[in-house]
């Protein structure tokens, strides 16, 4: 509304009004949408705390966890996530070393379900204090190369033998540290530490062995005392560089957990959807206005108001709108995106704002365009009709008790990081 020479002054008038009947028309689109993902994850939904109305059994669990990540699947499309290839996946959780010097792994065949999606990426730029810019200059080592990151990642995991799906979003994760983001994980000392331990305990059995030779032959040799020392006190010290390295990494997924989790499970699927509609809403209007403003100068200038224009305005390949949008963006924002223009074009089709002739699309003029949008918010699904009806905790069944922490106890030895 604000760009100049996009809109004529009775247009700016109703665009607001415009703006929101779409905005409306998507939420009411995906209402349906998360009332089915949420009846779809009611049964393996890990956080589950209502009166269970009917006992489902494996075939039934897994049937919907197969149909909730296919549709799970559209929405993270209409959202702009794209899915990790699992080659990515798999070389993202191999063994590798981390930042702060350990080991880190991540077994793939001890889950069942292991899908990624991603939004974005992004290389923040790093800022180094004076004396740290000096030292690198006057060492000449190379300046840290600055951390990747994906700007949020969604990951859908069950481990085998479970009967749970767990759905959790985060922000700001490295492309490397995709292994904080499970339940079950490895820690190890690199190859050169294990080296340096191995090599320090092979010194101080070979100084205990040689004394106690010389002790049998009556021939005492200090100097294998001293050896066998250095050698404890070196192992000693290394051991405790590890434990400090490990520390630091389980710090660094302490934080990951706390500060950087979104959301988990039910209240995940809400957030998605919600962005759905979001993404959907702005490419509709980005691709209407953009064919709204594909207006013949002399129109602009003959025309006091909206209603002397053509019957349909536009006429330009996909292509090219897409073109149109892409380079707006990148000078308003500063950022470079790829529009893809296909679920804004079948949205504007489905309220018959947007047709297309030749390849070319045309648009409804603002005006008549208003008139197509529903005018009242379309009837919202009941509540009612979840499966769970009663609201409440079934105490017996969700009641801490000392048993349920012992199996809590155990599972987390039997997975968790260790």
């Known amino acids: 509304?604000?760009?100049?020479?996009?809109?004529m002054e009775d247009e700016k008038k109703i665009f607001e009004r415009f703006s929101l009947g779409i905005d409306g028309a998507v939420v009411n689109k995906y209402h349906g949408i998360l009332q089915e993902l949420k009846m779809l994850f009611d049964p393996i939904n890990p956080d589950k705390d209502t009166i269970t109305t009917r006992q489902w059994n494996q075939r039934e669990r897994i049937d919907n966890e197969f149909w909730l990540l296919q549709k799970l699947s559209h929405i993270m499309e209409k959202a702009n996530f794209h899915e990790l290839a699992k080659p990515t996946i798999h070389k993202a959780l191999a063994e590798h070393s981390t930042r702060e010097g350990v080991m880190v792994s991540v077994n793939p065949d001890k889950y069942d379900v292991l899908r990624f999606w991603a939004l974005g990426k992004e290389t923040p730029k790093q800022i180094f204090p004076w004396y740290k810019r000096i030292f690198y200059r006057l060492s000449g080592r190379p300046v840290p190369v600055p951390l990747e990151y994906y700007k949020r990642i969604v990951a859908a995991v069950r481990l085998r033998k479970d009967s749970k799906l767990i759905l959790k979003m985060f922000k700001e994760v490295p492309i490397n540290a995709l292994e904080q983001l499970l339940p079950d994980g490895k820690i190890k000392m690199t190859k050169f530490d294990q080296g340096i331990l191995t090599l320090t305990i092979s010194i101080g059995m070979i100084g205990v062995m040689v004394k106690f030779v010389t002790m049998l032959a009556h021939f005492h040799v200090q100097w294998s005392l001293i050896m066998t020392g250095a050698a404890v006190l070196v192992a000693a010290r290394s051991w405790t560089v590890y434990k400090n390295k490990r520390n630091l990494y389980l710090a660094d997924l302490n934080r990951m957990l706390y500060y950087k989790n979104l959301a988990n499970n039910r209240g995940l699927l809400t957030l998605l959807v919600d962005r759905a509609e979001d993404e959907s809403f702005k490419e509709?209007?980005?691709?209407?206005?953009?064919?709204?403003?594909?207006?013949?100068?002399?129109?602009?200038?003959?025309?006091?108001?909206?209603?002397?224009?053509?019957?349909?305005?536009?006429?330009?390949?996909?292509?090219?709108?897409?073109?149109?949008?892409?380079?707006?963006?990148?000078?308003?924002?500063?950022?470079?995106?790829?529009?893809?223009?296909?679920?804004?074009?079948?949205?504007?089709?489905?309220?018959?704002?947007?047709?297309?002739?030749?390849?070319?699309?045309?648009?409804?003029?603002?005006?008549?365009?208003?008139?197509?949008?529903?005018?009242?918010?379309?009837?919202?699904?009941?509540?009612?009709?979840?499966?769970?009806?009663?609201?409440?905790?079934?105490?017996?069944?969700?009641?801490?008790?000392?048993?349920?922490?012992?199996?809590?106890?155990?599972?987390?030895?039997?997975?968790?990081?260790?």
């Not at 509304?1 to 809109?7: C, I, R, S, T, V």
């Not at 504007?348 to 297309?356: A, C, D, I, P, V």
């Not at 609201?391 to 155990?410: A, C, P, S, V």
């Open 284 to 418: 509709a209007l980005l691709a209407y206005t953009f064919l709204l403003t594909r207006r013949p100068p002399s129109s602009l200038q003959q025309a006091s108001d909206s209603e002397s224009l053509p019957a349909e305005i536009g006429g330009i390949p996909t292509e090219q709108l897409e073109y149109l949008v892409e380079n707006w963006i990148s000078e308003k924002a500063g950022v470079r995106i790829e529009f893809d223009s296909e679920e804004a074009v079948n949205v504007l089709k489905g309220f018959g704002l947007l047709s297309e002739v030749d390849d070319k699309l045309f648009v409804l003029p603002l005006e008549t365009a208003s008139r197509h949008l529903p005018q009242q918010p379309e009837s919202i699904i009941l509540r009612d009709d979840e499966i769970d009806d009663i609201e409440g905790y079934d105490r017996e069944k969700y009641r801490e008790t000392e048993t349920k922490l012992k199996d809590e106890e155990k599972k987390a030895r039997r997975f968790g990081w260790f």
């Open 1 to 7: 509304m604000q760009e100049k020479d996009f809109l």
